[in-house]
């Protein structure tokens, strides 16, 4: 049996991203209006994006079990591709602060989410899903903070609305 190139698998799975990305948005009960505080407050989230991905680098890089997924065989860290994985991240969540959970969006999603499985990762990139649940804590923590800071004594039903559309 022949094997799959990564980009195979990837898009194996892309064709029914869309309905799976539905299916897991009424598992969650994720609603309209979560979507629509999300985007309400798309640009002060954004506004926080470097700080956010920079403490879950830092984060990241005091374990020794996450560190070690950026270190050379010297053991230092691979400053170019930390940067490149935390450019990424920022991709991410911006795209995903624009609250537009379309087709393109599902297909994003379940491209980056195949990329951070065991089984469909390259393993020179793969990091275990645990980290990765981690990580989405992580940040819909920090995401909650900002949304505090910024919202609560200016508009606190849309930081309460946000903050539950990002934890749906």
């Not at 309400?40 to 996450?66: G, N, W």
């Amino acid at each position: 049996m022949t094997e799959l190139t990564t980009q195979e698998r990837f898009k194996r799975g892309a064709a029914d991203a869309g309905r799976y990305f539905d299916f897991m948005a009424q598992f969650v009960d994720f609603q309209p209006e979560h979507a629509e505080a999300i985007r309400a407050t798309r640009f002060i989230v954004e506004k926080h994006i470097p700080a956010i991905v920079a403490d879950f680098y830092a984060q990241l890089l005091s374990f020794p079990a996450t560190r070690k997924h950026f270190q050379r065989k010297d053991g230092s860290i691979d400053q170019d591709y930390l940067r490149l994985r935390m450019q990424h991240q920022a991709t991410f969540w911006r795209r995903t602060a624009s609250a537009v959970f379309d087709e393109d969006y599902a297909r994003f999603v379940d491209y980056v989410g195949r990329a951070h499985t065991s089984q469909g990762a390259d393993a020179s990139i793969y990091i275990p899903e645990r980290y990765v649940m981690g990580m989405v804590g992580f940040v819909q923590q920090r995401i909650g903070q900002a949304l505090d800071a910024e919202l609560h004594s200016v508009d606190p039903d849309l930081a309460f609305r946000a903050m539950r559309g990002w934890n749906a």
